[in-house]
């Protein structure tokens, strides 16, 4: 206490004029403008209290005298902690900390108090000052900060997502919880745990990243676990773009997708292998045949095509059993890879195998390759303790001598092998021009085709679409018809390629759309619940610069809601097309529904799955046909859910004919169902009779 006497006498002594009672005076008035002070006798009774008191307690002046300290207490507090304080200022000493004391309208805050007593002269207290601060706002932020603190490591010690900043050099700056506890360190060096290609191309692009502003990089790589679990990782790099401690640094967040990438690997397999052979299957075959002839394009090399069918193996099967005929083709398949030694082969049909000859060598020179293959087949095969002479009928075309693309070439290709078996097989023949002809039935198709486009010979079938869940119809899938006035009625099979080739289809692509969006909109009020139209685009149809302008003038003429509009196209068309990728793109963004047809039987890949602009997967019906009896079709629906529920798509399973298939793929978790198990496609009438609200039936 001398202390603070003498520099209140020193004060004093250094004014020229005034009073030590007028320098109180101002202090007790610094002291009401600035702090809460209040006086209290020995028992905590308030003797003196300031109006800043007043205003943050809410207690008038008048109802704080007399009262207890203990007015404002907000039982915030333990009772120790109050014990504390009262054993310290009750010795005489000066007692200092943070309370939380509440309004007299139920308002808490805080104020940091110190608490000075004042003593007799026997040292012992009889009065106690208390000089308090507010100090909500800070206590506030605290506990903001405190709090986003705790949901920060809730998020990330146990988060599917990682995260890791890197600085310019590569080294870990910053792990987040779940990244630690998967590499089993609390300062890991990320780049330690990868291999060393994939570390090192991160580390560049670090590099990279803290010398260029809004630089981002997507990043595949593999991470080995604390368990030395290699796990496949997907992700993005990208530069910190905030003030602070990790300036110039970049941040790499990402997932796990390793059960992706096994799915993907387990669909690609199972959709485009030959489960008997090993080899592609007819799909899978076409679709690196196409990649090949792109290649060969640009490279300036020759291209064999070969076809391969197995004379009469129906015979063999009849007398030997189908294991053994079987056999022979897994015989046949073997000799093929054993052969070709990596060229793309596949087995295209039943008794079918096609494989390509690169080659910069002259047309003599593949024709020599094709023809030792055919010899090698037609060797001896023993099966099962009998022995079969295979008879094998090859035909050979080549680019770019017979045909410059895959339908071309394919033509030509089947072409050379008929020509072979129409002489009765077990030989090998390479196309000649004397080999194609037109048809006459085809060349009255494509001239009958393109007046029936104009003259409107075609009618719309539509086949429901029905809910697995509650057995609600929920759609229709638009399908066209061809009536003939001569002919009668020609199945799409016949005609719908020739469109396609002649682009007849455009024509005939707009008819429709033009007829199931009219359709929808009468529909569209007379229904229980919303039900949708699904329309097949081909590719051709996609590609065509005036789709997208006639569709929106369609829709706002018909002023059909878009939603009610589902556009489908083959998910093989879209593997070969992916520049389709930007028309459906634009349909989605007018509000039409997407969905892949035919899906499960060609790429597959859920990488362009998940940027695919798709609503709707519809599972090829060659897998429902046998699920009941196949472990592999159980297999590839289930891992075709299970990727649409990841990407968040719906799931229709076409060709639904029994009730038990319809069971097995509700179970499996198809969402929808399409086939005859519910109804054949049925003329407009028919079909919407079974949705319309029942007082507009007719």
């Known amino acids: ?21 007028q320098l109180l005076n101002d202090i007790v008035y610094s002291l009401d403008n600035s702090a809460i002070v209040a006086v209290t006798d020995r028992t905590g009774t308030i003797l003196y209290a300031n109006d800043f008191f007043s205003r943050l307690s809410k207690y008038p002046v008048d109802e704080l005298l007399g009262a207890n300290q203990s007015i404002v207490n907000s039982g915030y507090h333990p009772p120790d902690f109050f014990k504390d304080m009262w054993r310290t200022i009750g010795s005489g000493r000066i007692w200092r900390g943070e309370i939380c004391n509440r309004a007299k309208g139920g308002a808490l805050y ?20 208390s000089i308090r601060h507010n100090i909500t706002d800070k206590k506030n932020n605290e506990a903001a900060l405190q709090k986003q603190l705790e949901l920060y490591k809730l998020i990330t010690q146990d988060a599917g997502d990682f995260v890791a900043v890197l600085d310019r050099h590569g080294c870990t700056q910053y792990c987040s919880p779940s990244l630690e506890k998967l590499l089993g360190s609390n300062t890991p060096e990320l780049l330690d745990h990868m291999p060393t290609e994939e570390a090192r191309f991160l580390k560049a692009a670090a590099a990279h990243s803290s010398a260029e502003a809004g630089y981002r990089q997507d990043a595949e790589f593999r991470l080995r676990s604390a368990g030395q679990e290699i796990l496949q990782m997907s992700g993005k790099l990208a530069r910190v773009q905030t003030e602070g401690q990790f300036k110039d640094c970049s941040v790499l967040s990402f997932h796990d997708v390793t059960a992706e990438r096994e799915q993907e690997l387990l669909i690609h397999d199972l959709a485009s292998t030959d489960q008997l052979t090993g ?54 398949a073997e000799r093929l890879t054993g052969h070709l030694q990596g060229s793309i082969c596949g087995r295209t049909a039943g008794d079918e195998f096609a494989f390509v000859l690169n080659s910069r060598e002259s047309e003599e020179g593949l024709y020599a390759q094709a023809e030792a293959i055919h010899q090698l087949l037609e060797e001896p095969v023993e099966v099962a303790g009998n022995l079969y002479n295979p008879s094998v009928s090859c035909g050979l075309s080549m680019f770019p001598e017979h045909a410059v693309e895959v339908p071309g070439l394919m033509t030509t290709t089947e072409q050379a092998m008929q020509s072979v078996k129409i002489q ?20 009255i198709l494509e001239n009958e085709l393109r007046k029936s486009v104009k003259e409107k010979h075609f009618v719309l079938e539509y086949q429901p679409k029905v809910d697995l869940t509650n057995g609600y119809i929920v759609g229709f899938e638009a399908l066209v018809r061809w009536e003939h006035p001569d002919l009668g009625r020609i199945p799409p099979g016949k005609f719908i390629g020739i469109a396609e080739e002649t682009k007849v289809i455009i024509p005939l692509g707009e008819w429709i759309l033009e007829e199931v969006f009219m359709k929808a909109k009468t529909l569209q009020g007379q229904t229980v619940r919303p039900v949708t139209l699904a329309v097949n685009l081909s590719a051709v149809h996609l590609e065509s610069p005036g789709l997208i302008a006639f569709v929106e003038k369609l829709a706002k003429r018909t002023g059909i809601d878009p939603h009610l509009i589902e556009m489908e196209v083959t998910e093989s068309a879209f593997a070969d097309r992916l520049e389709m990728g930007s028309s459906l793109r634009q ?3 007018l509000g039409f529904g997407v969905s ?24 090829d019906m060659s897998f429902v046909r046998d699920v009941e009896t ?23 399973a076409e060709g639904v004919e029994t009730a038990e298939q319809a069971a097995i793929l509700k179970r499996l978790g198809c969402r929808e169902g399409q086939g005859y198990y519910y109804s054949r496609p049925l ?16």
């Not at 075959?285 to 009469?312: M, P, T, W």
């Not at 892949?596 to 599972?619: C, N, Q, V």
């Not at 949705?691 to 039936?697: F, G, S």
Request: cysteine-free.
């Open 587 to 589: 349909l989605r963004s």
């Open 596 to 619: 892949i047809d035919d899906f499960g039987t060609g790429f597959s890949s859920f990488s362009y799955i998940r940027e695919f602009p798709a609503e709707t997967l519809k599972i």
């Open 683 to 698: 003329p407009e009438t028919e079909a919407f009779g079974l949705v319309r609200k029942p007082d507009t039936a007719k």
């Open 279 to 332: 080899l592609l299957n007819r799909r899978a075959f076409l679709k690196e045949l196409f990649r090949e002839l792109e290649q060969a394009k640009h490279s300036g090399r020759s291209l064999g095509l070969v076809y391969v069918n197995i004379d009469k193996l129906r015979y063999a099967n009849e007398t030997f059993g189908h294991d053994t005929g079987d056999d022979i083709l897994k015989i046949m």
């Open 1 to 21: 206490m001398t202390r603070h006497h003498d520099m209140i006498r020193n004060i004093s002594e250094s004014l020229q004029h005034g009073s030590t009672e």
């Open 424 to 443: 009765g097989g077990s030989g090998f023949a390479i196309f000649t021009a004397d080999m194609y002809t037109q048809s006459l039935d085809r060349i």
């Open 110 to 129: 805080w104020v940091d108090t110190t608490i000075v007593p004042f003593l007799n002269e026997r040292g012992i207290p009889v009065q106690y000052i």
């Open 630 to 652: 196949s472990e592999n079709s159980r297999a590839i629906i289930q891992a075709i859910v299970t990727m649409a529920d990841t990407a968040g798509l719906n799931v229709i």
